[in-house]
Nanobody, 123 residues
């Protein structure tokens, strides 16, 4: 079992920045690829970014490439999502998830999920 807790979401103006954190506990953190997904009520969960077990590979959705940066600190069992140049369409609940296997882009490949943190970007 892995427990994930997100933090850092809040209301921000368009063009602003936020850093989300995903803190893990339980099994060995470095055994998992960690991904960030976002969801708006009534829409399908959307892949945002993912980082491999030791951080050597990073993956981004086209919609956030160049604006968001994912990183991890395995010593602290934490993954970060730095979000810059935020847009109103980035408004969503952001969840982190742990993946013990492969296939980073599809949410059903993830084994454990956090509760999420709300990000609201005003225009």
């Amino acid at each position: 079992q892995v427990q994930l807790v997100e933090s850092g979401g809040e209301l921000v103006q368009a063009g602003g920045s936020l850093r989300l954190s995903c803190a893990a506990s339980g099994r060995t953190f470095s055994d998992y690829t960690i991904g960030w997904f976002r969801q708006v009520t009534g829409k399908e969960r959307e892949f945002v970014a993912a980082i491999s077990r030791i951080g050597g590979s990073r993956y981004y959705a086209d919609s956030v490439k160049g604006r968001f940066t994912i990183s991890r600190d395995n010593a602290k069992s934490t993954v970060y999502l730095q979000m810059n140049s935020l847009k109103p369409e980035d408004t969503a609940v952001y969840c982190c998830a742990a993946n013990a296997g492969s296939g980073v882009y599809y949410y059903k490949n993830y084994d454990y999920w956090g509760q999420g943190t709300q990000v609201t970007v005003s225009s």
